[in-house]
């Protein structure tokens, strides 16, 4: 029987020949990500236990992506024993304020995370390096345990695969289909699976639709429903483009023609409009008509889920020679820091800028709990952020609506959610070169 | 860890499917205000659906639950679970849940197929978290199922995640020495 991608990968992480889903293994990860929030506890901990070396200083990277403006006195105090901490262990990869961006994010696309890695990150939206072909696991808290020892007790997942067919409509993003995925993938869903801590593969020669960006934003909405990772195989065309930027060598790893895939599915991509998830979860997405017309107060594209270039070029396409709504604030934050310079150079800032749209530093930006443009008690968003439960972006009597960037850039010029299908400069764009 | 209790006798407490971690096992204020401290979570255990709970029990009972049991990856619940001296045996648990249950160091099983068949409230159970002996004295039913794995045994008889980075690190310290 030969081995999934991920068995794979795992496999080589672990000094295994081979592996199978439900085997617990001790992997080695090639780099370990902390984010910035769990820095101080972490510290705290180690310090507490007498740990003052980590297993190898030189494999950790720290990024500072949730709390990028300090917007509090606390987060200030923050960052000083991020600081210490780094310094303390001997850090050198640490990405502080305005250096990298959001570290799903900026990690790969500056070549750090390479198509076959394993690595761990505290994080669960580690699932993004899935876009390009290697496996992140989430560790949350346990990430003490991977600093002071550099492994993890790891459960080797189960992969479902799913084949994508069909043709992306104009009008519908990538992050529609992601969020078609969860909730048709969630517990009870309609494919009748259950995707916790599976990891889900994609395949099919659909994806070529999909750009390393569009691969991106179909990795972020299935980890809400659980799924523990998604995979998707790099094409060629793929790994030319990661070539490029790569800061080491890779080989990239593909599942075994007889691996044993827990269960075998098709999404006909072809049928799927614009969708919204509703408040509570991403994978409890609907047709935008369920909403449409709802008024906004508030709308935000980025996060980890939607902040590549390209969603901010579908931004840009309906924003341009258009005004944000009147009783509307539009915040646009850049996944990295490199978006943010681009934006700058291709005239981008300028059209949100005109529109009357607010950019943000890069990094998660108000999708971290609101802790930088938040949402008030009675106020309805409607954002890219990764996920919406009660509360999330500020007080919890607010309806907090997930789409894509077309769609809430839509419904910031209208005021209302709209469908992107009625912006005629969206629709015309994507026929002339889909995005 | 080999004079740990692997095998609990007590009273069962039976669950249905799908109990969510905040807002059943235990209130939502204690999962959002990240608490960890067991004296102040042990009076609110499944206190929105059962109030009292903690009172009637004892070291050594057993949360027999169906179905998706404690949504989430937060470890609260099964703080104050493993510091009542509970076992707890599931149909099934999302991953991370029982992740956080080990690493709570919680005797814990999950897996067990319909397991909530062959109990009731209130009946006098026998489990063995390391070899998945399963009796059911009041009804006079035994069962196997799936052990808690080998190498998460070290973790829970070490007392969770944090007892056993502490163990880890002495064991280190004194081999340098």
């Given at each position: 029987m030969g081995m999934t991608a991920v068995e794979k990968i795992l496999a080589e992480a672990s000094g295994a020949?081979?592996?199978?889903?439900?085997?617990?293994?001790?992997?080695?990860?090639?780099?370990?990500?902390?984010?910035?929030?769990?820095?101080?506890?972490?510290?705290?901990?180690?310090?507490?236990?007498?740990?003052?070396?980590?297993?190898?200083?030189?494999?950790?990277?720290?990024?500072?992506?949730?709390?990028?403006?300090?917007?509090?006195?606390?987060?200030?105090?923050?960052?000083?024993?991020i600081r210490q901490a780094v310094a303390d262990w001997g850090i050198k990869q640490f990405y502080d304020v305005g250096q990298g961006g959001h570290g799903h994010i900026f990690l790969a696309e500056r070549g750090i995370v390479r198509p076959g890695m394993f690595?761990?990150?505290?994080?669960?939206?580690?699932?993004?390096?899935?876009?390009?072909?290697?496996?992140?696991?989430?560790?949350?808290?346990?990430?003490?345990?991977?600093?002071?020892?550099?492994?993890?007790?790891?459960?080797v997942p189960k992969t479902i695969r799913m084949a994508i067919t069909g043709t992306l409509q104009p009008g519908v993003f990538a992050r529609d289909i992601g969020l078609r995925m969860a909730t048709d993938l969630r517990y009870g869903g309609a494919c009748g699976v259950d995707i916790d801590y599976r990891v889900l593969e994609l395949t099919g020669s659909a994806l070529e639709q999909f750009s390393l960006d569009a691969r991106v934003a179909l990795c972020s909405s299935p980890t809400e429903a659980r799924a523990v990772g998604v995979f998707i195989p790099p094409s060629e065309e793929m790994l030319t483009e990661i070539r490029a930027a790569a800061r080491g060598p890779f080989m990239p790893v593909y599942s075994d023609p007889d691996a044993a895939f827990e269960a075998e599915l098709e999404m006909d991509i072809s049928g799927i409009g614009p969708q919204?998830?509703?408040?509570?979860?991403?994978?409890?997405?609907?047709?935008?008509?369920?909403?449409?017309?709802?008024?906004?107060?508030?709308?935000?594209?980025?996060?980890?889920?939607?902040?590549?270039?390209?969603?901010?070029?579908?931004?840009a396409a309906v924003l341009k020679g258009n005004r944000v709504a009147p009783g509307v604030r539009f915040f646009i934050t850049p996944g990295t820091e490199d978006t943010t310079k681009r934006l700058h150079e291709e005239g981008l800032s300028e059209i949100f800028h005109a529109a009357g749209a607010i950019l943000l530093p890069a990094g998660?930006?108000?999708?971290?709990?609101?802790?930088?443009?938040?949402?008030?008690?009675?106020?309805?968003?409607?954002?890219?952020?990764?996920?919406?439960?009660?509360?999330?972006?500020g007080e919890k009597g607010c309806e907090l609506f997930l789409a894509s960037p077309a769609t809430?850039?839509?419904?910031?010029?209208?005021?209302?959610?709209?469908?992107?299908?009625?912006?005629?400069?969206?629709?015309?764009?994507?026929?002339?070169?889909?995005? | 860890?080999?004079?740990?209790?692997?095998?609990?006798?007590?009273?069962?407490?039976?669950?249905?499917?799908?109990?969510?971690?905040?807002?059943?096992?235990?209130?939502?204020?204690?999962v959002a205000g990240r608490n960890v401290n067991p004296e102040e979570l042990i009076p609110y255990l499944f206190h929105e659906i059962d109030p009292g709970f903690h009172e009637g029990a004892q070291a050594g009972d057993i949360i027999v639950t169906g179905r998706n049991f404690g949504m989430g990856p937060k470890m609260n619940g099964y703080i104050a679970m493993q510091a009542l001296g509970l076992g707890l045996v599931c149909e099934s648990m999302p991953f991370l849940a029982y992740r956080a249950a080990v690493g709570c160091g919680l005797r814990v099983l999950t897996d067990c197929a319909d397991v909530t068949k062959y109990v009731e409230t209130g009946d006098e159970l026998e489990v063995d978290f390391s070899t998945g002996d399963f009796i059911n004295h009041s009804r006079g039913l035994r069962r196997q199922f799936s052990p808690l794995p080998e190498t998460l045994r070290e973790i829970v008889a070490l007392g969770g995640n944090a007892g056993w980075l502490k163990h880890w690190w002495e064991t280190r310290r004194k081999e340098a020495s």
């Open positions: 020949a081979s592996l199978k889903a439900g085997e617990i293994v001790y992997p080695e990860p090639q780099i370990v990500v902390v984010h910035d929030f769990l820095i101080p506890p972490s510290k705290r901990e180690l310090d507490a236990l007498g740990i003052t070396r980590l297993f190898d200083p030189d494999r950790v990277i720290i990024v500072t992506d949730h709390a990028v403006l300090y917007s509090s006195r606390q987060e200030a105090a923050f960052g000083k024993i690595l761990f990150d505290n994080d669960r939206h580690c699932t993004n390096h899935g876009a390009y072909g290697a496996f992140a696991l989430r560790t949350g808290a346990e990430i003490t345990r991977v600093l002071a020892t550099g492994t993890l007790w790891t459960m919204v998830a509703l408040t509570g979860a991403s994978d409890k997405g609907v047709d935008i008509s369920h909403i449409e017309g709802t008024p906004i107060h508030h709308a935000f594209i980025g996060s980890c889920g939607s902040g590549k270039y390209e969603d901010l070029v579908i931004a998660c930006g108000p999708c971290f709990m609101g802790n930088m443009a938040p949402v008030y008690e009675g106020e309805v968003s409607v954002s890219t952020a990764s996920t919406n439960p009660l509360g999330r972006m809430v850039a839509a419904s910031a010029v209208s005021g209302r959610v709209t469908d992107p299908r009625s912006i005629d400069a969206l629709v015309k764009k994507t026929e002339e070169e889909p995005l | 860890m080999n004079d740990f209790k692997w095998c609990l006798t007590g009273r069962c407490y039976r669950l249905g499917h799908d109990v969510p971690h905040a807002g059943a096992v235990i209130p939502v204020r204690f």
